[in-house]
């Protein structure tokens, strides 16, 4: 969040040494919207044409000089977050209920932190590593794959995820999804 | 009676023999006669014993299921609006004090709160009643210590109950053991209604003439003299009507149930049988519930002034209704309270100070039972699939759901005031303007708010459910995904030109822009953050169809949509909740979850019933999702969705989609942040035109909703199969960061165009011959 921040900071700054600058480019299609932070926060905005709606007056309005800011925000490497104390409290929870074999608390815990923090993938690897125990193969599965989807740029958290994977293709009779998943887990 | 007679008629019967035989004869047919009624009398009186045992021993009452809103959860490091909490404390009936020293009490100070929480037994373990001290910083819990002191790093308040599901009588009731009324209620209720309770048998003739020597005092009826016992049988075993046979029932009844059971039991069953009011077309009975319906609180925490009102009220709870009556109310409860004095029960200082108490009822607004007719019928109708009727509306089941109050809350507003300033806005077409919203989870796919109308707390019509309309553009998103699944890129360059297409019917379908303008080539991104009909259709129609059904099947339609040319500019018809299935996917990653309201069940004991667990299948690749959500928050940052920055901060990242159904009759908007995703539908019931578009009416709804929100950032992690490139975007090239009108686009790995713009050319050149010049 602070790194995407630093971006658009920098693109703001360097929309605004643009335009102080002078420089005037073609206004070919359309204008982004450009922060500006040294007033009250507004963005520059042009009313859909066709629109209808209410006109609505941004607080500061900074004509914007060039096409060639990136309003969409390119992600930026992912910086693994400190877990929550709720959540680690919530994980512990859970493994012990999981190694004690009572199941449906270990996942009244999960939720829990799930909910808390629904991007932290040791949540959906512990939920998965429980699946895999009970035996559901294609639920272990998946949720071990949602945990890779949020663990990217994490590769400790990936490689672990990636040989459970392993593990779980390998009990389901998947040898060669078991293969590919240990490959991908020694990429790490 | 026949042996007062009898003397008399022998005394008159030595006039003759004939009579006296007559008089034999009738004396033994009188004999037999009462044998026959003593005979006739018992069975009746086996029949009625029979049925005062069973129904007291049984079940005694259809207990409605009971439906709770999510618990809050507390720990450091939370997001936690201190307006919204002091609501949600507000809404569990807590009491704020200087100093909480009893669960249900908060001592509120401007950075910190001391909360004694009451406890609650949850399913999967009980949360012990605590006394905690929670330090905000900002909008933000910054720390919370147990009662000596310790660090607490987790816990959880009580769930605020939001209703139940009633049976055909609409009776309702929270169940309460003697042991948890307050002394001061059953003093009050003897003293007032029963004095001699624990005295008689059921029956008390001593009442009886009382209650007859204050009628011919009063020359009108004005006590009935029935036991707390007559009382509760005729509540709990006869019917309402008057009747004489009613009547002669009721007393052997309440002398048979006074034989059987203790004064306790009969006591305990009176305090939970008795109606104190009716809400809307739910009747309240019993104390237990009376206590939160006036008070929001348990009934154990109620103090004297609250409980002598609730024992006045028996008398007649519509008469001495607090709210509607509450001149009436407040002399009834100081009568209670003087006759309590008198009797010796209070003394005089606490009868004065309850005195002078006001009646300290709620708002029947504030209370949150009830106040989500349209939540509640989401959740009645996913546990109608499961459970049979009678199962949910007596056996007393508990319902634990996801509903979030301040989500709700803030949607509620929303879509209130943002119709409102359409209707100044627009004025008389608009006058009946309607909405619906749905808002969930996006990674967890709970669903924490939805709502079904203008009217919040009106059962009515369940918009968000059962209004399908057209969903208009809100269906591109899958066009462009299956577009980018056959090979597509963000920098493909789409081609904005007059399409027609043949039907079976002979005629043709020949989509307009808005704008009545096509607009030539333009980048695939653009097409969609645009929302341009001619090149979505150009691009639909050479995906093929059936690619954009499975997609949309896929990302959670159920109902398979037919293969009409005119699907690709979203003439199918959803409702809100269908198409948030959809954009729930597509916030989750590709991640599709079910959409669920219910998390758990349990019997009346908080035994386990059914849970509905978290599942995930992954529908669509993180590659082409990562594309697709580029393309979505091109939407809002420079698209048809730009009027979120007007109201949003420009570092909270959003995606989303307007929609506009043919001939302007709705406007929608699907998005979502990072930790919500809302879909809102704006129109009019009998399908009329609108004056604006998805831009000029659900946007606004989203957008006023999200800034009461102030949700987490939407935050894109790229996959490892995706690489950026700068690119030109008229040509759809390769391009240098430092040439005009180019933009980062990202590109799975390998499909980024080869060519290079004429810019970039020269560019890549010069910068080369920089970077040999420096290692010369």
Redesign the interface.
Known sequence: ?VQ??GG?KAAVAGVMFVGLAGCV??T???R??V?DRTGQ?G?V??V???????V?R?GVIRESR???T??????TA?TVQAQ???V???LDSAKRQKQSGSM??A???L??A???A??DPEIYYH?ADLRRLEGRWP?AE??A??GT??A??DVVMLRRLWLLIADIRQSSGDRSGAREARLKAQSY | MAKKRAPKSSSRGQRSKKPRSFLKKFLILLFKLSLLGLVIGGIGLIYLDVQVTTKFEGKRWALPAKVYA?PL?L????VLDRAAFKQELKGLGYRFVNQANKPGMVEWASSRARVYTRGFSF???DEPAKRMLISFSGNRVASIQGSNGQSV??SRLEPILIGGIYPQDNEDRDLIRLDQAPEALLEALIQIEDRDYYDHFGVSPKGIARAMWVNIKAGRFVQGGSTLTQQLIKNFYLTSERTLARKLMEIPMAVLLDLHYSKEEILEAYLNEVYLGQAGSRAVHGFGLASQYYFAQPIHELKLHQVALLAGMVKGPSYYDPRRHPERATARRNLVLKVLQEQGVISMKQRLSAEKQSLGVVKQRSLHKGAYPAYLDLVKRQLREEYPEEVLNSEGLRVFTSLDPMVQANSEQALSRTIT??QK?YGKPVSELQGGIVVT????G?VLALVGGKQTRYQGFNRALDARRPIGSLVKPAVYLAGLEQGYTLATILDDQPISVSLSDGSSWVPQN??RVSHGKVPFY?ALA?SYNQSTAQLGMSVGLDKVIDLLERLGVERTPKPYPSLLLGAESMSPFEIAKVYQTIAA???RAPMRAI?LVTDIEGE?LS?Y??????VVS?ENMHLIQ?AL??VT??G?G??I???L???L?VAGKTGTSNDQRDSWFAGFA??RMAVVWLGLDNNGKL???G???A??VWTELMVKERPH?F??????GIE?HWIE??TGLLSAEQC?????L?FIIGTAPQEYAECADDRQNNSLDWFKRWFR
């Open positions: 969040m995407v921040r658009l480019s073609g070919g299609g359309y982004p919207p922060e926060g963005v905005q042009q859909e044409p066709a629109a209808t709606g209410v609505v941004p060039t096409e060639q990136v309003s969409v925000p390119v992600p992912r929550n104390p709720a680690i409290a919530l449906q608390s996942e009244s815990s939720e829990r799930q909910r808390i629904p991007r939920w639920q998946q949720l794959l949602k989807n949020l990217i740029g | 999510r959860e720990y450091p490091g939370q399913p999967d373990g790093p987790l300033t359409l806005r989870d996006p990674q967890t709970e808005f704008d653009l645009k990653n590709g991640f998390r386990e849970r667990p978290f599942k995930v299948k992954q993180a580029y928050q091109a940052r420079e048809t730009r009027y920055y007007n109201r901060p420009a570092a990242n990072g930790d004056p604006f578009t831009s000029g009416g946007l606004r950032s935050m894109a992690t790229q996959p490892e950026y975007e008229q005009q009108g180019v933009r980062q990202p």
